[in-house]
């Protein structure tokens, strides 16, 4: 995948999505490391700003990963990222991810609205087929968004990772392009 054009913003009612930058680091940073996201995030370890620079130096920059802010209409507050990865270019096929990084956004609808329009760019930008999400089965806020986005359920792992000493079940949700069905 080409990396994300610099002056791309993605509209919502209540948000809009701007490609992450190296001024965002501070805050990506901070959020990756609260506990309310580390304990919804199947990688838990710390992650440090050079951690992060590296990442976009050889994820972002490259294409690999189109990563966003999540940015409040009304303020341009920065709320959390979404992003896309694990892209399969044979199979036109790509995987979501969020983290919402500030209390104030969270049950207002804002993850569902920021996965409605990351879905969009995957199909109509970028042409995707198919967007799945992997989400850890007692993250009922995350399941719910997902099917509230318009995510299905395509499958259920029983024990499928070890994390903090006991093992988790996983779900797999994902959505066909409608124009390519």
């Known amino acids: 995948m ?18 992450i930058t190296i001024a965002d680091t501070d805050d990506i940073v901070r959020w990756r ?8 995030f199947i990688y838990r370890k710390p992650v440090s700003k050079e951690e992060h620079l590296n990442w976009m130096e050889k994820k972002v920059k490259s294409g690999l990963v189109h990563q966003f802010i999540i940015c409040r209409k009304e303020d341009d507050k920065p709320l959390g990222s979404i992003y896309l990865q694990n892209f399969e270019e044979e199979n036109k096929k790509g995987e979501w991810g969020i983290f919402l990084g500030e209390p ?11 996965a409605k329009l990351i879905l969009a760019y995957g199909f109509e930008t970028l042409g995707l087929h198919k967007v799945i999400s992997k ?12 099917e509230n986005a318009g995510y299905k359920q395509e ?8 994390l903090d000493g006991k093992y988790e079940d996983l779900i797999l949700f994902g959505a066909v392009n409608p124009l390519q069905e």
């Not at 499958?155 to 070890?162: P, V």
């Open 2 to 19: 080409k990396p994300v054009e610099k002056d791309l913003k993605i509209h919502g009612q209540q948000i809009y999505l701007r490609p």
């Open 33 to 40: 490391n609260e506990k309310k996201v580390v304990e919804n």
């Open 104 to 114: 104030d956004a969270y049950g207002k609808g804002i993850g569902t609205e920021a």
């Open 135 to 146: 989400v850890l089965a007692y993250n009922q806020a995350s399941v719910r968004m997902n």
């Open 155 to 162: 499958a259920y792992l029983k024990d499928e990772l070890f």
